[in-house]
Nanobody
Framework: QMQLVESGGGLVQAGGSLRLSCLAS????????MGWFRQAPGKEREIVAT????????IYADPVKGRFTISRDNAKSTAYLQMNSLKPEDTAVYYC??????????????????WGQGTQVTVSS
């Protein structure tokens, strides 16, 4: 069973940056597509970005394109989300997730079986 633990959230002013980390334990993340999702109060959880098994490809939600970068270090069993030019509307709980081994890379939340507990990101105006 894979456990995911996010870190790096916090309070930042608009225009600032944060780097989220997601450390996997229990098994290596090598071979697992991974993603970052977020959920704001009163809203549904939404995709932020996903990255392929090897890290060579990524998909971003339109609101974060050009500002956020997803990456992974399989040797360290860690995924990252670099967030720049943060806006108040980026305020949410951010979750790291992984798809089951061997499944096709997907952007659908339902395809992700492993989830972290989330880390709060608050952007003040």
């Amino acid at each position: 069973q894979m456990q995911l633990v996010e870190s790096g959230g916090g309070l930042v002013q608009a225009g600032g940056s944060l780097r989220l980390s997601c450390l996997a334990s229990g098994r290596t993340v090598n071979g697992y597509p991974m993603g970052w999702f977020r959920q704001a109060p009163g809203k549904e959880r939404e995709i932020v970005a996903t990255i392929s098994r090897g890290g060579g490809s990524a998909i971003y939600a339109d609101p974060v394109k050009g500002r956020f970068t997803i990456s992974r270090d399989n040797a360290k069993s860690t995924a990252y989300l670099q967030m720049n030019s943060l806006k108040p509307e980026d305020t949410a709980v951010y979750y790291c997730a992984a798809q089951p081994l061997g499944t096709a890379w997907s952007t659908r939340i339902s395809e992700y079986n492993y989830w972290g507990q989330g880390t709060q990101v608050t952007v003040s105006s």
